[in-house]
């Protein structure tokens, strides 16, 4: 039930962000006329700040050392930019819609990244900042109560 919650939390945290990038490419793209990856790239960052930050504190509820784990994201990206990038650029020459390129982008991004952060991210370090602790002294607190009502 746990990971079910992260994937829902990093779902809507996810769409928040690609709701970010849609808006912030559209305006890039078809409003000031900037080319394709200057567009895409500003967007990507944009979403990527937002979506760490949330989802860092709230699905993950880690305390890992901020610069390290925004490092590692950073790792991700530096791989995944280029790539998609690339292929947005092909796609966008063949005459696909910018759009739908970004789309494409943004779901092969979401699948990856989940993975990226949960298994390597947060490896170790999920459910250790004060939210986390919060939620496990209540927890703590609920079962004491229905201990001493049962004796």
Not at 76 to 92: H, K, M
Request: hydrophobic share 50%; aromatic share 20%; proline share 2%.
């Amino acid at each position: 039930m746990k990971n079910f919650i992260q994937i829902v939390k990093f779902t809507l945290f996810s769409i928040s962000a690609g709701i970010i990038q849609i808006g912030t490419f559209a305006l890039f793209d078809y409003v000031f006329k900037w080319p394709y990856w200057v567009a895409y790239l500003t967007s990507l960052v944009l979403s990527v700040i937002w979506n760490f930050t949330f989802n860092r504190r709230f699905t993950f509820k880690s305390a890992k050392n901020i610069p390290f784990a925004m490092f590692l994201v950073f790792l991700y990206y530096l791989v995944f930019t280029p790539l998609s990038t690339l292929w947005g650029n092909a796609l966008e020459s063949i005459g696909v819609e910018d759009i739908l390129v970004t789309a494409f982008s943004m779901i092969i991004n979401f699948v990856t990244e989940f993975l990226y952060q949960k298994f390597v991210v947060y490896h170790n370090a999920e459910n250790t900042n004060d939210l986390a602790k919060n939620e496990a002294e209540q927890s703590f607190d609920k079962i004491m109560k229905v201990l001493k009502t049962d004796l």
